[in-house]
């Protein structure tokens, strides 16, 4: 089987079906975190535009933080411990993500996010 949104092949029993679509965890992860579509040069300027230290958002730096803390966490815990949105938390977790600082994982049923482990 192969993802609708990136075409690459998924193994057997991997597949999320999400909105009619077969998709790999990595896509639907991104769906989850980031309702934008998801392009590779958003991903390539982002880590241009990095260099050696990473311009975040108040915010971002305050999701880092707590990720380090306490993750990893759902984003309904994120938003409370820092009394963000649900949609401030999608926009500021999807920049991290294209950065790789932080990521999102399955926990069962749950979809949690983390730091990003290199
Ligand atoms: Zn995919």
């Known amino acids: 089987m192969q993802c609708d949104k990136c075409s690459q ?11 009619g679509q ?3 965890e990595d ?5 989850l975190a980031a309702p934008k ?7 390539h300027a982002a880590k241009k535009e990095m260099g050696d230290k990473p311009e975040l958002t108040v915010i971002q730096e305050k999701i880092l933080a707590l990720l380090k803390r306490r993750g990893p ?5 994120i938003c409370e411990a820092l009394n963000i949105s ?14 790789e600082l932080a990521r999102g994982l399955r926990k069962g049923d749950a ?3 983390t730091l990003f482990e290199r």
């Open 73 to 77: 966490l759902d984003m309904q815990q």
């Open 22 to 24: 077969n998709l790999c």
């Open 86 to 99: 649900e949609q401030d938390f999608k926009d500021n977790f999807a920049a991290l993500r294209h950065m």
């Open 37 to 43: 579509v998801c392009d590779p040069w958003a991903v």
């Open 111 to 113: 979809v949690c996010y």
């Open 27 to 31: 896509c639907y992860l991104d769906l």
């Open 9 to 19: 092949s998924i193994p057997a029993g991997e597949a999320v079906a999400y909105q």
